[in-house]
T-cell receptor, first 115, second 110 residues
Framework: NAGVTQTPKFQVLKTGQSMTLQCAQDMNHNSMYWYRQDPGMGLRLIYYSASEGTTDKGEVPNGYNVSRLNKREFSLRLESAAPSQTSVYFC??????????????FGSGTQLSVL | RKEVEQDPGPFNVPEGATVAFNCTYS??????FFWYRQDCRKEPKLLMS???SGNEDGRFTAQLNRASQYISLLIRDSKLSDSATYLC???????????FGAGTILRVKS
């Protein structure tokens, strides 16, 4: 089973460049999430999508946009990358909904450096 | 105050030792509690959910103390393979999202 697949695994950008992180899950989950993880801090939620066609801001949405393309895919876009966006990004999915939380399945992460 | 706080450690213990971590949370209305494990440079994976009555899974025991707003994880008979970062996860004030603690590092040595 592929589970949650995110690409790329590594990326180096220059300040001001744009890029899209791709994420796809094959578990038919309704909910999908994008997190970032920085040293000494917990995973922080950037955006999430509780169901196909809906997206909501998380704790740190500034500088990012998302698209829930269909039930399987949830992409994260950096329109104009900044050094503060250097981080490890994780996509996740779950069956959560209606205030109920189930196990989160994570992708393997994207290490992004912005110079 | 952070919504979820953990002692970052590291906890350095010998094989076979018993070790316990606590995690405090600020939202008294939180209903969902989890422990995740994260190996170096890998994605987090669910270790166990935490239920009101406490629960056990092999060498791992999780407890919830609502009055003092903390959850705990006890690992008995530590193995080298238990070396990892343990993340405490609680649902947030809105109830709609999960908040991760920064993690506690465990190193088990032979």
């Amino acid at each position: 089973n592929a589970g949650v697949t995110q690409t790329p695994k590594f990326q180096v950008l220059k300040t001001g460049q744009s890029m899209t992180l791709q994420c796809a899950q094959d578990m038919n989950h309704n909910s999908m999430y994008w997190y970032r993880q920085d040293p000494g801090m917990g995973l922080r939620l950037i955006y999430y999508s509780a169901s196909e066609g809906t997206t909501d801001k998380g704790e740190v949405p500034n500088g990012y946009n998302v698209s829930r393309l269909n039930k399987r895919e949830f992409s994260l876009r950096l329109e104009s990358a900044a050094p503060s966006q250097t981080s490890v990004y994780f996509c996740a999915s779950s069956e959560a909904g209606g205030g109920r939380f189930e196990k989160l399945f994570f992708g393997s992460g994207t290490q992004l450096s912005v110079l | 105050r952070k919504e979820v706080e953990q002692d970052p450690g590291p906890f350095n213990v010998p094989e076979g030792a018993t070790v316990a971590f606590n995690c405090t949370y600020s939202n008294s209305a939180s209903q969902s509690f989890f422990w995740y494990r994260q190996d170096c440079r890998k994605e987090p994976k669910l270790l166990m959910s935490v239920y009101s009555s406490g629960n056990e899974d092999g060498r791992f025991t999780a407890q919830l103390n609502r009055a003092s707003q903390y959850i705990s994880l006890l690992i008995r008979d530590s193995k080298l393979s238990d070396s990892a970062t343990y993340l405490c996860v609680v649902n947030d004030r809105t109830g709609n999202k999960l908040v991760f603690g920064a993690g506690t590092i465990l190193r088990v040595k032979s």
